[in-house]
């Protein structure tokens, strides 16, 4: 199957989307005295919310801070940005709107622009889609002369949105529009559902035939067939209040044909949805956005590219391996290191890709004092690895101080120049020194929970740094301290909404007293490798004044016992992985497992807790748990067909009692819950390999119509994922973001080959040195060797991905522009065409995710 010739298996289409809510200006003030607003943003795929940043008071330019991941599990349109003013007592008042085309979101990667804020018209407030089949018959009359006659088959709509948070009851419309007529005809309402199933078929005449004689409010003569629409409005019906517009798709008559066409189509706003008829400005919002689409492959496509990433350990020198080079070429830290590191380590492959990088490293250092300290290949390498295999880490050592630090903070500012009259100093350095001191031995008495493979590589550098200045005693120390004090935990005080040790960025005040609490764990790291004080390092008189409260010997030695303990190959001891793992925690729904007094099954709110040895809910947070499901008793964890009880985003866990319905608030967190649900028990031994897709209700599954609640499932589970539950790497999709980095960067890889050849035939000085200097070509000749391997399986790997877009762009029937390709056949190469020119600019416009 490596020919790529047959491959039944489809590829996938992975969507991420990152960024940052960074702050709004200008927004509208109240008409009162009060003029400021209490404010917060919310992110929408089209209209389901699906992140929320805290409320920021009392502000009209409020900075939010809030960077947001999520792996996006359905299509889109739109993404949008809403400001909120918060009520108490009344619905939260929308202030505006930024609304983004999915197709226009790769033009703000990498960029921080700002938007100005929209007005929130209900005519642009669509999402979903509707399924049409459409024909023109020609019938024949009694007197023998013929007519045409349209057939508009409504089958079913798709992603409606919720209506005050519930479903909706939608109806549709199906009119025929021409400039001197407009026909229209109405669905049955459908209650309660976002996916409404509609099976209606209407009948329109389009033309008439020439003896034709009844008056009627319009005639329609042969020509005029070019200026007719089918046009379908969708409604949600609002019984005692006015309808509300959903959606509309408009088809023009003339596309259409003898031969019936079905096909998908996204609604749309109405022509004026994004229209203000006034220019009233409300405010703007800067943003940073990353919207990442990854297609790929069957597995058995990427095994050459991946086969050569995994031997640049066993290439030598390694600056002419193949990993070694995509970072030559390719030196944006989001684009590179991160597939790069997340594929080594999948492979297990890390510790001596950053082995051998190190030591090339360390050939170039001069200074003891400077060793790693710069941003290159390594240090960029252990950074990612630390984020990665760190997450638990961080959380089971900073989340419990933090969460004190943030929820309940003491006034921490030491600088004279920024207190307030009625503060006093002593109070708040000896709030400080508190802090530090809690942070401090909370991080040296942790080398126990250290995960291994950071051990490992601790372990190396510091070898590496004994042997490359062995008359410097503190240099191992330095090697490590400079990575786990100065860019881990450092790193996550200062900003723990980064690292999931918090769900929101802190507040200006916590903000500074995190600020001055990681300056001080820095340098206390850095003090005990060095065995000295360092004071000059602080810039303000205030924090060397500060940290002369900690020149004891006491913290050098725990530093340096500390230091020695992570850095050291002795195995843990075994009651280290007994501790439970904390994985997820949220707000969502379930239903009853009883029955209540009336004897009907109700949803309630429950906080949902899940690690690594349970799965439990409560009635609020930090409250104990009333009902908890062991992680191995899950049979199952699968979605919930939306018609067993009217609601979206529903999943199930299939366990030995009975079976857990959840609710959760949107389609990413749904998503994540299941995710997380799959990983921690997927090495269960009773998994189950069926399951039933709906609900069992009134006497019988509504799937499969079986009477016995305890009939086998029909429908095989979904495929599981990797059992790790702390790293999840698809290895796959890391190698499609590397092919693409090479894809991308074909003309640096080409002029690296010419300089390989250009040293190895010329080896006087170089006439154009610009052109060379800025890679590392140790041996030309065994660079030039993996230039060649790499062009040739970035080439195949192209040819695959052609094959495969082909296949696509044939088979698709999406809307509109689909069926007028297949009506004009001409049209449908240059469109072909056109799709493989936007190919190649595909590559440019994929940003990686930073996990």
Not at 277 to 302: A, F, M, Q
Not at 350 to 369: C, P
Not at 570 to 579: D, F, G, H, T
Not at 744 to 772: H, T, W
Request: hydrophobic share 35%; charged share 25%; proline share 4%.
């Amino acid at each position: 199957m490596a020919s790529g010739e047959g491959s039944e298996e489809e590829a996938r289409v992975l969507q991420t989307l990152r960024g940052k809510i960074c702050e709004a200006k200008n927004l509208v003030p109240y008409s009162g005295p009060n003029k400021m607003r209490d404010c917060f943003c919310t992110i929408n795929l089209d209209q389901e919310e699906v992140f929320r940043t805290q409320v920021v008071e009392k502000s009209l330019s409020p900075f939010f801070g809030e960077e947001f991941y999520f792996e996006i599990p359905r299509t889109f349109q739109f993404l949008s940005f809403y400001i909120y003013d918060k009520s108490v007592l009344q619905r939260d008042l929308r202030i505006g709107k930024i609304a983004i085309k999915k197709e226009d979101l790769s033009k703000y990667c990498g960029k921080e622009p700002w938007f100005m804020l929209q007005p929130v018209d209900s005519n642009s407030e669509v999402q979903g889609k509707v399924h049409l089949e459409l024909k023109l018959n020609e019938l024949i009359t009694d007197n023998g002369s013929v007519c045409q006659q349209l057939v508009v088959h409504l089958k079913e709509c798709h992603g409606l949105p919720l209506i005050n948070g519930q479903n909706c009851d939608p109806y549709a419309t199906v009119s025929i529009v021409g400039p001197s007529r407009n026909d229209q005809k109405k669905t049955k309402v459908k209650k309660k559902t976002s996916n409404p199933q509609f099976n209606e078929t209407f009948y329109f005449e389009v033309t008439r035939s020439s003896s034709y004689t009844k008056k009627s409010q319009f005639q329609v003569e042969e020509e005029d067939i070019e200026k007719l629409e089918v046009r379908v409005d969708l409604w949600n019906n609002g019984n005692l209040v006015q309808d509300l517009f959903l959606g509309e798709v408009k088809i023009p008559v003339k596309t259409l044909g003898s031969d019936s066409f079905q096909a998908w189509y996204l609604l749309q706003p109405r022509d004026n949805g994004n229209k203000s008829s006034k220019s009233e400005d409300l405010g703007s919002l800067r943003l940073n956005i990353c919207y990442s689409e990854d297609w790929v492959l069957p597995s058995e496509y990427y095994a050459p590219l991946r086969n050569l990433l995994l031997k640049s350990t066993e290439v030598e020198p390694v600056s002419a391996s193949t990993a070694y080079i995509l970072a030559e070429v390719c030196r944006d830290k989001y684009d590179t290191i991160i597939p790069l590191v997340r594929l080594l380590l999948h492979h297990h492959k890390l510790v001596q890709f950053i082995t051998a990088v190190a030591e090339l490293e360390l050939k170039d250092t001069q200074e003891a004092n400077t060793i790693f300290r710069g941003n290159s290949l390594v240090t960029r390498c252990l950074d990612e690895m630390m984020k990665i295999v760190g997450k638990h880490y961080l959380k089971v050592t900073l989340k419990p101080i933090l969460d004190e630090i943030c929820e309940n903070p003491k006034p921490c500012e030491i600088d004279p120049l920024k207190l307030k009259e009625a503060d006093t100093a002593e109070i708040h350095k000896e709030n400080l020194r508190t802090y530090v001191d809690k942070v401090f031995g909370t991080i040296v008495e942790s080398s126990i929970s250290c995960p291994t493979l950071m051990c490992d590589v601790f372990c190396t550098l510091r070898s590496l740094a004994a042997e490359r200045f062995p008359n410097d005693p503190h240099v191992q120390y330095s090697a490590v301290s400079s990575f786990v004090f100065l860019r881990f935990f450092a790193v996550a005080v200062v900003s723990p909404h980064t690292f999931h040790l918090r769900p929101h960025h802190p507040d200006a005040q916590t903000s500074r007293t995190l600020t001055l609490i990681s300056k001080a764990i820095q340098t206390l790291g850095s003090w005990g490798s060095l065995s000295k004080s360092k004071l000059s390092s602080f810039k303000e008189t205030f924090m060397c004044e500060f940290f002369r409260m900690f020149q004891e010997e006491k913290y050098t030695e725990a530093v340096k016992k500390f230091l020695d303990e992570v850095s050291s190959t002795e195995s843990k001891e075994p009651n280290v992985r007994s501790e439970a793992v904390h994985l997820k925690e949220g707000e969502m729904y379930k239903r009853a497992q009883g029955r209540t007094r009336i004897g009907k099954k109700n949803f309630k709110k429950r906080w949902f807790c899940l690690t690594s040895k349970e799965l439990t809910y409560h009635k609020q947070q930090d409250k104990e748990p009333i009902y908890s499901v062991p992680v191995r008793n899950i049979l199952a964890v699968e979605k919930l067909d939306e018609n067993s009880f009217n609601k979206k985003n529903m999943f199930q866990v299939i366990h030995v009692e009975k079976t857990l319905y959840v609710q959760a608030n949107n389609c990413v967190e749904a998503s994540e819950w299941i995710e997380a649900l799959c990983r921690v028990s997927r090495c269960n031994q009773r998994r189950l390999s069926v399951y039933h897709p709906s609900a069992f209700l009134n006497g019988n599954w509504l799937c499969c119509k079986a009477t016995s609640e305890n009939t086998a499932g029909c429908t095989p589970c979904t495929a599981g994922v990797p059992a790790d539950i702390q790293i999840e790497i698809d290895g796959d999709r890391e190698t499609e973001r590397i092919y693409s980095l090479f894809a991308v960067n074909m003309p640096k890889l080409l002029k690296m080959q010419e300089a390989c050849g250009s040293i190895a035939v010329y080896q006087g000085p170089r006439k154009e040195p610009d052109d060379y200097s800025n890679f590392t070509i140790e041996d030309s000749v065994a660079t030039f060797q993996t230039l060649q391997q790499i062009i040739s399986v970035v080439e195949k790997l192209s040819e695959h991905h052609d094959r495969y877009r082909k296949k696509r762009s044939s088979s698709a029937k999406y809307g509109k522009k689909i069926q007028l390709l297949e009506k004009f056949p001409n049209q449908r190469q240059s469109a072909r065409d056109e799709f493989r020119r936007n190919w190649s600019n595909f590559h440019f416009l994929k940003i990686l995710v930073l996990y």
